[in-house]
């Protein structure tokens, strides 16, 4: 689970490492409870500052975002190691065992979703419409 997210005018977060296991619970960890659900529902894509308005980004910035990230957990890495270990624990600790807790069944979801046999056939029937 990231420490600092930062996403350049594009919108895409830069945190340097690949896909995070769960995304759901890193969603509900991050942003508001007021405006996560309307925007899972909706399917809803949001820009940068969008997500930094619902708390799903740290910082917009107009440059290096992985450079940005960096600066910002250089303080904290810079102190007692044992004390941040702790409080990255208790405030993220409950996300992270719910992460793994649901990480296989909404993998499997999410693979049925975008590659069972529905998805094939909507994807089948919009590009026929597109003449693709």
Same mark, same amino acid.
């Given at each position: 689970?990231? =420490?600092? /997210?930062?996403?350049?005018?594009? *919108? ?5 490492? *690949?896909?995070?296991?769960?995304? @759901? ?31 799903? !980004? ?5 440059? =290096? ?29 409950? /996300? !992270? ?5 649901? @990480?296989?069944? @909404? ?7 975008? =590659? ?15 003449? /693709?």
């Amino acid at each position: 689970m990231p =420490d600092h /997210a930062a996403a350049g005018p594009a *919108g895409r977060p830069g945190d340097g490492g *690949g896909p995070e296991p769960a995304p @759901l619970e890193i969603v509900r960890y991050a942003m508001r409870a007021t405006s996560l659900e309307p925007a899972l529902r909706a399917g809803e894509l949001v820009d940068a500052r969008g997500a930094r308005a619902r708390g799903g !980004v740290t910082q917009v910035v107009a440059g =290096d975002v992985v450079e940005a990230a960096r600066r910002a957990c250089a303080r904290p890495a810079a102190g007692p190691p044992a004390a941040f270990e702790a409080i990255k624990a208790g405030l993220k600790g409950p /996300a !992270v065992a719910r992460a793994r807790g649901s @990480l296989e069944s @909404l993998r499997n979801a999410f693979v049925e979703a975008w =590659d069972g046999a529905e998805a094939r056939r909507r994807l089948g029937e919009a590009r026929a419409r597109r003449g /693709a």
